[in-house]
């Protein structure tokens, strides 16, 4: 069964730990997805960026590591999260350079990496940014995004004491950067109720549907087990753009400052299997893309369920977010969902590994349960808000993905060797039901 929880669609390399998404972007033809790699072991240490690229967003090929550390640089204990973006056509590689073991997240620079040849980045030896501000700590993750013809980036952060944080630089020159203050601290009630944490990792700030939004990964040191990567969530938030206003000291703000004022937000996702994820803008469809890493097991330990198994997370299925109604929502990439057949067949899902269920409630407010059955009885796996339209599930070996009324969650799953699956509905009363279902297997 080991076999089948290895995803034939899904972003991973064949061995190894992956995490965060990295360097997401399009060129010479192909998609290219890096991410958070340890080549060596299905845990997390040793982190360099992997690469995997695709024509079709679903046959994915392991391409050569882009990135990895060198003894001695200001990368020589990691080379954490960051993205791709183009200067003239061509990509560069922005991420988070970790010099040194000691006090390494407050050491961290911003780092560039430019194409040497086929397949090869030469990387810099000389920061774009500077120390953290005071009373900062773990600033990492950049992020570029462009407004009023002006490219800028955001770091992720927190204070010493405790509150997340978003920083704002000018990024016009490449390499180098200039800080331009905060463009967002989760000290308000607003920020508290919606984005809780101490640290806010990953923050990504795009326009979709002419909607500013900033997506935040929420990293809490206080949770149980956050020392291994969970339990953490992530969230959107919609607002706007305003001048950063009068500094207290009297001086003049750069033009370029600004804050984000939120209105509102929710979470990106609602499972429990889904973190710091990447979104880009597809150019030639003006489609907003994104991928986020699902995890798995512990930081420090192989994964439980498997642990002769080597490797450890998965990359979720691209998805094009839009705003519905004010509401971030999430649906699988068209490609994705072009490499499943289309023909209906019968209801009970027997022992495919990969499988796509399409069920609509016909206007009847539905809850849907996704279990596996087995000798051992019937253990949940998923079940769905009430639904009054389509309710999509893809499985892919040990990743379920489910898509309710533009809300996406993604669930980590190892279905035993006796184990089948079960598709099964109710309606707010308890009352079962039988949906129209149509599933569906890889058309080839």
Known sequence: MIGDLFPRLHVRPATGWINDPNGIGYWDGAWHVMFQYNPYASVWGDIRWGHMTSTDLVSWQEVPVALAPR??????SGIWSGVATLENGRPTLVYTAIPHEGGATLAARVALARENGAASWQQSDVAVTDQAPENVRDVRDPFLFSFNGRRLAVQGAGTLDGTPLVLLYDASDLDHWTYLGELFRGDSQLARDLAPGQLYECPQLVQVDGHWILVLSLWDDALPGSSDFGPQRTVWLSGELVPHGEPADGAVPHPAALTFVP??????????????????IDSSTDRTLSW?????????EPPLEAPEREWAGILTFPRELRVENGVVASAPAPEVLAAFDVESTPSAIETTSVWLASLDPQGQPLRVMISLVGSAGERAVWTSPLAVEQVLVIVDGSIMEAYVDGQASTERVYPRADEVWRISATDASGEAHVPSLRTSSLAN
């Open 263 to 280: 209105t509102s937000g929710g979470p990106l996702d609602s499972g429990t299997a889904f973190y710091a994820p990447q979104i880009v």
């Open 71 to 76: 003894p001695g640089t200001i990368d020589a």
């Open 292 to 300: 986020g890493w699902s995890w798995e097991g512990t930081r420090s």
